[in-house]
């Protein structure tokens, strides 16, 4: 089955306790990204990466790290992880290509992060 | 990308067809509406896109006006697992760099009803 795979779903850590989420698509995709969402502020990207070794900053990467060494993989890590960063987060992949129109992304289950 | 406005909600009977609305008067020649939909903190899930021709799939139908300034998403028999909430997007269709993310704005939230 074709999918996007997050782990943890849930994960309650304490402030300044290193973590990754880990985010796997079976799909061949190029693109692969990182979104948080939190009530009222809507989805909001954080890392997003093009292909392999590829990776750049969305709208809110502070405090976030990612790499890309696998074109299945994109790991989302938090070095030092605050209150302020308990959200919802997803992680995304998309056959992208260029200039191609059509470019549906498709999402994960979501991880659940809180920081106490 | 053009902003788009939307109902904040809606009621469907189950079985009847959901008719939802989004404006986008703003949108430019090169903008696609895309509708994705986010059931209950899962995932958001792609439902169908179009530039200016109808378009249907297996999940839905795409209705976009002649001057483009807005569209509806219509799901035929709406059942209760269709109760979500429906976001309408307009966005270029080049997808390089910060061009790639997905703004979702407050959407609509469908109630599929008995």
């Known amino acids: 089955e074709a999918q996007v795979t997050q782990n943890p779903r849930y994960l309650i850590t304490v402030t300044g306790k290193k973590l990754t989420v880990t985010c796997s698509q079976n799909?061949?995709?190029?693109?692969m990204s990182w979104y948080r969402q939190d009530p009222g502020l809507g989805l909001r990207q954080i890392y997003y990466s093009m292909n392999v070794e590829v990776t750049d900053k969305g709208d809110v990467p502070e405090g976030y790290k990612v790499s890309r060494k696998e074109k299945r993989n994109f790991p989302l890590i938090l070095e030092s992880p605050s209150p302020n960063q308990t959200s919802l987060y997803f992680c995304?992949?998309?056959?992208?290509?260029?200039?191609?129109?059509?470019?549906?992304?498709?999402f994960g289950p979501g991880t659940r992060l809180t920081v106490l | 990308d053009a902003k788009t406005t939307q109902p904040t909600s809606m009621d469907c009977a189950e079985g009847r067809a959901a008719n939802l609305p989004c404006n986008h008067s703003t949108i430019s020649g090169n903008e696609y509406v895309y509708w994705y939909r986010q059931i209950h903190s899962q995932g958001p899930q792609y439902i169908i896109h179009g530039l200016k021709n109808n378009e249907t799939n297996e999940m839905a139908s795409l209705i976009i006006t002649e001057d483009r300034k807005s569209s509806t998403l219509i799901l035929p028999h709406a059942t209760l697992r269709d109760t979500a909430v429906y976001y309408c997007i307009v966005r270029v269709a080049q997808f390089t760099g910060t061009a790639s993310k997905l703004t979702f704005g407050t959407g609509t939230r469908l109630q599929v009803t008995l």
């Open positions: 995304a992949s998309s056959p992208a290509s260029g200039t191609r129109a059509y470019n549906e992304q498709f």
């Open positions: 799909m061949n995709h190029e693109y």
